[in-house]
């Protein structure tokens, strides 16, 4: 059983950093904190490496929060260096959440992360449709 729940986590990881990046794209073309544009690459066997495979899936409020993990307001498309910078320091990292999200959500998602979430009540299967329909938005409205 626990195997089943790691990979079901597993999942819903991939899933939401996914997203997280694939938004960042299409909100600034890249890191969401130094706007760095990022861009496809072309291999030298033709195919191509997606831009979004370049940013990291950045949280204000730890992965161990799992009532807020896969919220996608509690993520950041970032790139290694803006990532990094900011888990180092963590009153801009507050302050640069606090901006991206506005007030009001930024207020929210820290109620949201004071539930208190049990795995045993933890809907993964629903969370997983509910992120493959947000990638899929992205994908229908493009960059």
Known sequence: MKNERRKAIDRLDALASEYVRKRALQRV???ERCKT???DITKEDGSIFPAWQL????HYRGRNK???CWDESNAAGLCG??????DRNPEEKVE??????????FDRLNLRAEVRM????????????YLKGLIQDLEHDGP
């Open 29 to 31: 073309g890249g890191c």
């Open 81 to 86: 260096g803006c990532h990094t910078h900011l």
């Open 66 to 68: 799992h009532s807020v």
């Open 118 to 129: 049990r795995s045993a009540t933890t809907d993964y299967k629903l969370i997983g449709i």
């Open 37 to 39: 544009l990022k861009f």
């Open 96 to 105: 640069f959440f606090r901006v991206l999200l506005g007030q009001e959500e």
């Open 55 to 58: 940013l990291q899936w950045a």
